[in-house]
């Protein structure tokens, strides 16, 4: 499976971007999908998961009720609505997959099977 990432930009202080990762490969449907994120100088850092058929999402807790992860799997997407932006979300933001899993417990970086290329948001005050 391929992923590619998009919708990232730059956006204002408490402005709304949805980011976007397609999938490429038939088994897309049966796999847990995740999106994390790297700020210049830090570890990459959980987001969101949601479970294979979309049932089942976590989130990091600071994020909860600014961050929406869902998917489409007729359409091979996974996607990140991410609302009331602050400055700090400013980050290369990644979506990932795993292929032996399907549910949303999958929060750590070496969980994940593979990688699209990331696509850069970044939040001006």
């Known amino acids: 499976v391929q992923l590619q990432a998009s919708g990232g930009g730059l956006v204002q202080a408490g402005g709304s971007l949805r980011l976007s990762c397609a999938a490429s490969?038939?088994?897309?449907?049966?796999?847990?999908m995740g999106w994390f994120r790297q700020a210049p100088g830090k570890e990459r850092e959980f987001v969101a998961s949601?479970?294979?058929?979309?049932?089942?999402?976590s989130y990091r807790d600071s994020l909860k009720g600014r961050f929406t992860i869902s998917r489409d799997n007729a359409m091979k997407t996974v996607y990140l609505q991410m609302n009331s932006l602050k400055p700090e979300d400013t980050a290369v933001y990644y979506c990932?997959?795993?292929?032996?899993?399907?549910?949303?417990?999958?929060?750590?970086?070496?969980?994940?099977?593979?990688w699209g290329q990331g696509t850069q948001v970044t939040v001006s005050s």
């Open positions: 990932a997959g795993v292929r032996t899993g399907g549910g949303s417990e999958y929060m750590d970086v070496s969980m994940y099977d593979y």
């Open positions: 490969g038939r088994t897309f449907s049966s796999h847990a």
């Open positions: 949601i479970s294979w058929s979309g049932d089942s999402t």
